[in-house]
């Protein structure tokens, strides 16, 4: 059974970063792509990046250049560094893995001075 526990979300000014971590259980970690989305109060949910088992990188253009998306496959754990935050990346952000599976409870991050 594949678990995903995402953490590292809190409260930041304009222009600082955050690192969320999203920690897996299950034998699957290094051989599927993953991603991160996020959802924002009264919107959809978006993906925000994505890297495969290769470790290639795909990003939203609203975060491209800001965000870095990374894995270690030995610990079974993603990352998602956030810099140069801003007031609309606040929204609640998820981990997953590719082909979806059921959502985790997601770790809240708000951008606000």
């Known amino acids: 059974q594949v678990q995903l526990v995402e953490s590292g979300g809190g409260l930041v000014q304009p222009g600082g970063s955050l690192r969320l971590s999203c920690a897996a259980s299950?034998?699957?970690?290094?051989?599927?792509?993953m991603v991160w989305y996020r959802q924002a109060p009264g919107k959809q949910r978006e993906l925000v990046a994505r890297?495969?088992?290769?470790?290639?990188?795909n990003y939203a253009p609203s975060v491209k250049g800001r965000f870095t998306i990374s894995r270690d496959n030995a610990k079974k754990t993603m990352y998602l560094q956030m810099n140069s935050l801003k007031p609309e990346d606040t929204a609640v952000y998820y981990c997953?893995?590719?082909?979806?599976?059921?959502w985790g409870q997601g770790t809240q991050v708000t951008v606000s001075s």
């Open positions: 997953n893995v590719l082909p979806l599976i059921n």
């Open positions: 890297i495969g088992s290769d470790l290639s990188t």
């Open positions: 299950g034998s699957f970690f290094s051989l599927r792509a």
